[in-house]
């Protein structure tokens, strides 16, 4: 982060803008919107700047910038078209210790100007520290077209009543909820359509409706996806972003938990080959326990949480105890990871089905359905089945299936770390063993793996 944001008050703060001509009268412009004490200094000064004078109470010198002119400033922006004298205002700000900021020149810049989305009091700032401010802008429009005009309205609403409702919830999670009520419910909709006597009243309903002693845990049961964050729902994302607990296992990339709530408290609990942090039965306890303090609790799971997720053995705890839930699904690893890895898990010319399967040892061995999953014209998935890769093969082979059967293993699937290694049943033990396989993986069986020479697409595969 080259660039750490900040919200300044400028109100009365005295700031210098070197230079007056369209550039300067942007960021006079901007500045004034704060209630800057805006002094302008230039050796010509344009229409757009003259007509900001009376507006905007500027103080006009029209000579040529000196150093002494920054003395008693808090702020400098430099803004002329003279790459000398925008050099040498940096110079002198920097000697003097105070923020600068030249317009277009992120090199001399010890601050610089955002992208801005102004809803009073909410504000939203948008930086590309410098690289691309065209891309800023254009991200900037994006989130202008999803936020309504009055949001700010709403804002201030909230901080009218911010006081009373700390007063009627002393727990924290229960203010949490009842205002996350007031922002995603009717009230907030009053507010949008202009009626903001109606969204009133119908907050101090809400609010003398509420019981802080009520107990309102939740629990999310989330699927996180294969691995890339981006493929997780929109719902997934907005119930992680209000959970108060995010409970996630060794599949949930940092990536993702980055997405949930910032201040929410992060346990982990995964469960990797030998090494379980908990096993399922007290992550199960763990979900119920922390729902009945009235937390709202994010169950992260990768990929899909009724696919091999265990997650209904959890749900099956919530419902015994009468614990309110969700379950989100999530894109499981199989269509995932064979999506990027250009293998259609069924083609007309190769597979009218596909079975998923999990590939565990137990007591050193495998104990799958082996003569039907030698059928010819499908597709197995196997889940979990690097550690008996040899033993699979071997028996795909034993119980009928071509030698040359294609198979694919696709370690880190739709990630950047995406690795895709393509054999066949004989040949595929062995290349492995060639290679440093790094969990989670998913093995593909089936012709449809010779479409992947082919048709793969993602171009950070290793």
């Not at 704060?34 to 004078?53: G, H, L, Q």
């Not at 999310?220 to 964050?229: N, T």
């Not at 493929?231 to 997934?236: D, E, I, K, S, Y």
């Not at 049943?425 to 992947?452: C, F, W, Y």
Request: proline share 5%; hydrophobic share 45%.
């Amino acid at each position: 982060m080259d660039y750490f944001p900040f919200f300044i008050k400028l109100n009365h703060q005295k700031c210098l803008v070197v230079g007056a001509g369209e550039v300067a009268a942007r960021k006079i412009s901007l500045l004034a919107r704060a209630n800057a004490n805006i002094t302008v200094v230039a050796k010509s000064i344009s229409p757009a700047v003259a007509n900001m004078v009376i507006t905007h109470h500027l103080t006009v010198c029209e000579k040529c910038f000196q150093a002494e002119d920054m003395i008693g400033f808090q702020w400098v922006i430099s803004a002329t078209d003279s790459e000398e004298v925008n050099q040498y205002v940096a110079e002198t700000a920097r000697n003097l210790g105070i923020p600068i900021n030249v317009v277009d020149t992120p090199a001399l810049c010890s601050f610089i100007f955002p992208a801005l989305i102004d809803r009073s009091p909410m504000v939203i700032a948008i930086s590309s520290g410098g690289a691309a401010p065209v891309l800023a802008r254009l991200l900037r429009a994006k989130i202008e077209s999803i936020i309504p005009p009055a949001f700010g309205h709403l804002a201030e609403l909230a901080e009218r009543y911010r006081v009373a409702v700390k007063q009627h919830f002393q727990r924290p999670e229960l203010r949490r909820v009842f205002w996350e009520k007031v922002f995603q419910g009717a009230v907030a909709e009053q507010v949008f359509t202009g009626n903001l006597a109606g969204a009133e009243q119908q907050l101090q309903q809400l609010l003398s409706s509420s019981d802080q002693h009520s107990n309102i845990g939740e629990v999310y049961l989330i699927g996180a996806g294969p691995g890339a964050a981006d493929l997780l729902t929109f719902r997934a994302l907005r119930l992680m972003q209000q959970a108060d607990v995010v409970v996630y296992d060794h599949l949930v990339s940092p990536e993702i938990i980055d997405l949930a709530r910032r201040d929410s408290e992060k346990i982990y609990v995964g469960k990797q080959r030998s090494v379980h942090t908990l096993p399922q039965l007290e992550i199960n306890i763990l979900l119920a326990e922390l729902a009945t303090q009235g937390k709202r609790v994010a169950r992260l799971k990768g990929g899909d949480p009724f696919i091999f997720g265990r997650g209904g053995e959890e749900i099956e705890t919530l419902m015994a105890q009468q614990i309110p839930f969700q379950v989100v699904p999530g894109i499981t690893a199989a269509s995932g990871c064979a999506a990027y890895a250009g293998i259609p898990l069924t083609h007309r010319d190769h597979a009218q089905s596909c079975i998923f399967v999990t590939g565990h040892l137990k007591d050193n061995s495998i104990h799958l359905n082996w003569t039907q999953l030698a059928l010819p014209q499908q597709t197995i998935v196997i889940y979990m089945g690097s550690v008996g890769l040899e033993k699979i093969c071997q028996a795909m082979i034993a119980h009928g299936s071509p030698r040359d059967l294609p198979i694919a293993l696709v370690q880190q699937g739709t990630t950047q770390n995406q690795r895709v290694i393509i054999g066949t049943l004989a040949t595929m033990p062995g290349l492995v063993a060639e290679h440093r396989i790094l969990p989670p993986t998913l093995i593909i069986i089936g012709t449809v793996v010779s479409l992947h020479q082919q048709l793969h697409w993602f171009q950070h595969e290793r």
